[in-house]
T-cell receptor
Framework: DAGVIQSPRHEVTEMGQEVTLRCKPI?????LFWYRQTMMRGLELLIY????????DSGMPEDRFSAKMPNASFSTLKIQPSEPRDSAVYFC????????????FGQGTRLTVV | DAKTTQPNSMESNEEEPVHLPCNHSTISGTDYIHWYRQLPSQGPEYVIH???SNVNNRMASLAIAEDRKSSTLILHRATLRDAAVYYC????????????FGQGTELSVKP
């Protein structure tokens, strides 16, 4: 398996534009997580899905952020409109069948909003 | 969520053992203890996990205190490639594998 695949790897956009980050989890995994990492706040959990259903979105910073998982092999994180403070590295992770399974992370998307 | 305390940074010499401590005094009996690390410019990667007994794998060993209020990640022979931030994370029972990252310990390895 190629691991968790995120795209794009880098994104530069202007303030006010819509940004969509994409994630393909490992096949067979049933939990998917979106994280954001900044120097100031470290790694923050934004939202996680179990069997394609959002379970906990309490980490989503505000209504400008939304996440979907239309099927077991694809998820998106959308920011609309984007702001400079959204600049960060966004990671997607997936984990397997049980709650104690280890998680596998993608390489991340570095987002810069100017 | 269970709180963890780790030193902000540690130093080691190459090819020497490293013991990375973690306090998790509020952990409950069913929570697993997971360790992850993040190498520069990469996503976090799984290292090891355990519940009560000490655990070994190809990357490291995990020593868990008898009262489960602390654990130690042991790298038997540090290499330059082990320089990373190491995170100790209690995995809460039946919360879908949700990982809550603290600040971690930044390990530097000197040649």
């Amino acid at each position: 398996d190629a691991g968790v695949i995120q795209s794009p790897r880098h994104e530069v956009t202007e303030m006010g534009q819509e940004v969509t980050l994409r994630c393909k989890p490992i096949s067979g995994h049933n939990s998917l997580f979106w994280y954001r990492q900044t120097m100031m706040r470290g790694l923050e959990l934004l939202i996680y899905f179990n069997n394609n259903v959002p379970i906990d979105d309490s980490g989503m910073p505000e209504d400008r952020f939304s996440a979907k998982m239309p099927n077991a092999s694809f998820s998106t994180l959308k920011i609309q409109p984007s702001e400079p403070r959204d600049s960060a590295v966004y990671f997607c992770a997936s984990s397997g069948r049980t709650w104690k399974s280890e998680a596998f992370f993608g390489q991340g998307t570095r987002l810069t909003v100017v | 969520d269970a709180k963890t305390t780790q030193p902000n940074s540690m130093e080691s010499n190459e090819e020497e053992p490293v013991h990375l401590p973690c306090n998790h005094s509020t952990i409950s009996g069913t929570d697993y203890i997971h360790w992850y690390r993040q190498l520069p410019s990469q996503g976090p990667e799984y290292v090891i996990h355990g519940l009560t007994s000490n655990v070994n794998n190809r990357m490291a060993s995990l020593a868990i205190a008898e009262d489960r209020k602390s654990s130690t990640l042991i790298l038997h022979r540090a290499t330059l490639r082990d320089a990373a931030v190491y995170y100790c994370i209690p995995l809460i029972y039946n919360q879908g594998g949700k990982l809550i990252f603290g600040q971690g310990t930044e390990l530097s390895v000197k040649p």
